[in-house]
């Protein structure tokens, strides 16, 4: 039985995608007394937190916060521009795309399932699991609707099953070059504030995003960023809404305040958390994150085992999936590595269970922390048998010290 009094010394390893580790910084700042969410501090936070998501999903137009997990924001993308039946067409790139079309489904949406059809060595049952979005398939797709009845395409950015980061502007291209009028949803919940994502130049509609992952905050917050066309969908789109209905948040929020009781604590977190992202700047934060993740993967090639994204131009900077040898149940594997070294992986998920595991590399780490995830790791692929081509560890460290960080680390002179 597990014993919640027992707390091994030192900080416990929390490598999976998310949540990711939330930095101290963010734990005092949400510390703060909690205040009265109609009062006058209360607007100036919820105007100067509403400002900075925006700069983070690169949108001039609404984000709307939610106190909810991710999942809620997706129920409001789709209930907020759609109605009952409506036809929709989704991309099957791994679990995460695939529970979203199965909530579609229960909306009573009608959702149409893309997938590569390809054939995969390693996971025949699932070879569009081990890529990206193919933009030529959504294109040929919308080719053959003149009469435009789908309603919307929808992809996932950063599958957090899987470690694969689609192309989303060649999606925006697809459906332009098919002269659909279809709207363009993305799940970045894992993507954002690691991975480039740019929401206006990109042409998405409805943008869905959370606050465990990039942003380093605890679960509990989402995010819409909504387009105008998006909000013009509004008006006619037909589905059931109450709490998740965009146009009185919108209108509330031009004030810095909720129509309900928002989450407090946890926007002082994100008030925190904009500081760092922003004061960092975006383009360094990407760049730590695909430095990070080419360091990650250097480990799994060292290893001779297969990443379980297999396209080099989709790799994921948030994540790493690696595909255990046959006979190798990579949740056996996960627990010997939690029970020895205090180390949590991600799980696989869906139609990768037992098959693969899951390395975060995102948020608020750094290169000793993935050195020391790695080396957790190889620890345990050998105590589970796992003959390794070559040490992981080696490669990890010898690809930090070759490729110095674009900004160096600051210290007070
Ligand atoms: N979409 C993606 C890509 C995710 O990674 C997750 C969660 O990990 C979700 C959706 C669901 O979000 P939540 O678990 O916060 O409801």
């Known amino acids: 039985m597990l014993n919640l009094d027992f707390h091994p010394t030192g900080r416990h390893f929390l490598q999976i995608p998310g949540p990711s580790p939330v930095p101290d910084r963010i734990l005092r700042a949400m510390s703060l007394p909690t205040i009265d969410h109609r009062g006058p501090e209360f607007g100036a936070l919820g105007l100067k937190v509403l400002a900075g998501v925006r700069e983070i999903f690169k949108t001039r137009h609404p984000v709307i916060i939610y106190p909810a997990s991710g999942t809620g924001a997706w129920e409001a993308a789709l209930a907020n521009t759609l109605s009952p039946g409506d036809h929709v067409v989704m991309y099957e790139t791994g679990h995460f795309a695939t529970l979203w079309s ?72 697809a459906i332009d070059a098919a002269r659909h009028p279809a709207l363009l949803m993305v799940d970045t919940i894992s993507g954002l504030a690691s991975a480039d994502f740019r929401h206006d130049e990109w042409g998405v509609d409805v943008t869905v995003s959370g606050s465990q992952k990039g942003l380093m905050l605890p679960p509990g917050i989402s995010f819409n960023a909504i387009s105008p066309r998006a909000l013009e969908a509004m008006k006619s789109a037909k589905l059931p809404r109450a709490f998740w209905a965009w146009d009185e948040i919108v209108e509330m929020n031009e004030s810095g305040y909720w129509p309900y009781t928002p989450n407090t604590n946890l926007l002082y977190g994100l008030s925190e958390a904009l500081d760092m992202i922003l004061g960092e700047r975006l383009d360094n934060v990407f760049a730590r994150h695909e430095r990070w993740a080419a360091g990650v993967r250097a480990a799994v090639n060292a290893w001779g085992l297969p990443i379980q994204c297999a396209d080099a131009s989709v790799y994921s900077p948030v994540l790493t999936g690696v595909i255990t040898p046959p006979g190798v149940d990579a949740d056996a594997l996960r627990r010997l590595i939690y029970e020895r070294f205090d180390l949590s992986l991600g799980t696989g998920l869906g139609k990768l269970k ?35 081509a070559g040490s992981g560890v080696q490669a990890t460290m010898d690809h930090f010290a070759s490729h110095a960080a674009s900004v160096a680390l600051q210290r007070a002179a």
């Open 102 to 173: 199965k909530m579609a489904t229960r909306l009573g949406i009608s959702s149409e399932f893309l997938a590569w059809k390809g054939s995969d060595e390693h996971l025949p049952n699932a070879p569009s699991w081990r890529r990206g979005v193919q933009a030529d398939l959504i294109e040929e797709r919308l080719r053959k609707d003149p009469e435009h009845r789908i309603k919307a395409v929808c992809v996932v950015h950063n599958e957090t099953s899987t470690g694969v980061t689609s192309n989303i502007a060649a999606v925006r291209k």
């Open 354 to 388: 037992g098959r693969m595991f899951r390395m975060g590399h995102l948020g608020d780490s750094n290169d000793l922390t993935l050195v020391a995830m790695v080396a957790g790791v190889e620890m345990g692929l050998k105590l589970a048998g796992v003959k390794l």
